[in-house]
């Protein structure tokens, strides 16, 4: 099953494609960031977004999608601007007719490690074993979207292995 896990957010949104083959290993098909400039509008950083994910969605065709739950820290106003992120990612996935699940980050924290309350390092370091890597992914936010995807497939893996 190829999974796409999204990190939400309006200047670089995360994206991770994380495949589980039969046997249980995981493999990163593909992660990076799709990127907005703070001097572009606002309605067309979203219609960037929009156009990115679309273009990753016919390159990769996912068959189910994972987003990480908008988590509202003290920046009210950074918290509207990934909201609005969120709301075009999730109607861009919607379009494409794919299944959407969701997940807070400390629930992808305790999946990935153990750990609620994990740190980025310790959650790249898991990323980077649970996925064979060589390297830590980078930037941050690539590296939370193959969080996301190994969230939903670790979630999910007792339902598929009763089909």
């Known amino acids: 099953m190829l999974v796409l896990g999204i990190d ?7 994206y991770g494609l994380v495949r589980e083959h039969s046997d ?19 309605a067309y950083r979203l219609l960037s977004l929009y156009t990115q994910l679309r273009q990753l969605l016919v390159e990769h065709q996912p068959e189910q999608v994972a987003v990480e739950e908008l988590f509202f820290g003290k920046n009210v106003t950074t918290g509207i601007t990934v909201a609005q992120a969120r709301g075009v990612l999730l109607l861009a ?17 305790m999946t990935i490690t153990g750990f609620g309350s994990a740190d980025k390092n310790q959650m790249q370091e898991m990323i980077r074993q649970l996925l064979g890597l060589e390297k830590i ?19 999910t893996r007792f339902e598929r292995l009763a089909e």
């Open 24 to 42: 249980g290993t995981l493999e990163a098909v593909a992660y990076g960031v799709f990127t907005t400039t703070p001097d572009t509008p606002t």
């Open 8 to 14: 939400p957010g309006t200047a670089r949104t995360g």
């Open 137 to 155: 992914p980078k930037p941050d936010d690539a590296a939370d979207g193959l969080a996301i995807a190994i969230t939903h497939l670790q979630s």
């Open 93 to 109: 996935l919607a379009q494409a007719g794919l299944p959407i699940y969701e997940y807070k980050p400390k629930t992808a924290k």
